[in-house]
C-alpha cells in the first residue's frame, strides 16, 4: 500500500509560519508531480502549488512570495514553508503525488489525510 502522510499544520496568528511536510511511503517505483492543495469551509478544494520530481515549481497567485514549496527526492517528501500567513489561509491543506506504486502498476494520485491549519486575526 501507498500512504501519505502530512503533518506541521496548527494554530497560527496572523503574519506568522507554518512548515508542512507530506512523506509518501509504502512500494513505491516513482514519484512525478508533487504538490499542495487545500479546502477552506464551504469552499471547493484549491491548488496552492505544485513542484516537479526536476523541482520546477507552480503557485497560485493567493500564495506567491509567501510560500515555497520543497522536495526531498531521497525521502518521497515534500514540504510547504508558509510565511506571512493571513486568515484567510484558515483551511484544510492536503499532500497529493502522482505516482506509480502499490499493486497497481500504473501512473495515479494519491491523497494526504488533510492537515488543518487556522489563522486567527
Known amino acids: 500500500q501507498v500512504q501519505l502522510v502530512e503533518s506541521g499544520g496548527g494554530l497560527v496568528q496572523a503574519g506568522g509560519s507554518l512548515r508542512l511536510s507530506c512523506a509518501a511511503s509504502?512500494?513505491?517505483?516513482?514519484?512525478?508531480?508533487m504538490g499542495w492543495y487545500r479546502q477552506a469551509p464551504g469552499k471547493q478544494r484549491e491548488l496552492v502549488t505544485t513542484i516537479t520530481s526536476g523541482g520546477s515549481t507552480n503557485y497560485a497567485d493567493s500564495v506567491k512570495g509567501r510560500f515555497t514549496i520543497s522536495r526531498d527526492n531521497a525521502k518521497n517528501t515534500v514540504y510547504l514553508q508558509m510565511n506571512s500567513l493571513k486568515p484567510e489561509d484558515t483551511a484544510v491543506y492536503y499532500c497529493n503525488a502522482n505516482l506509480v506504486g502499490g499493486s497497481v502498476l500504473m501512473w495515479r494520485d494519491y491523497w494526504g489525510q488533510g492537515t488543518q491549519v487556522t489563522v486567527s486575526s
Open positions: 509504502g512500494r513505491i517505483f516513482g514519484i512525478d508531480d
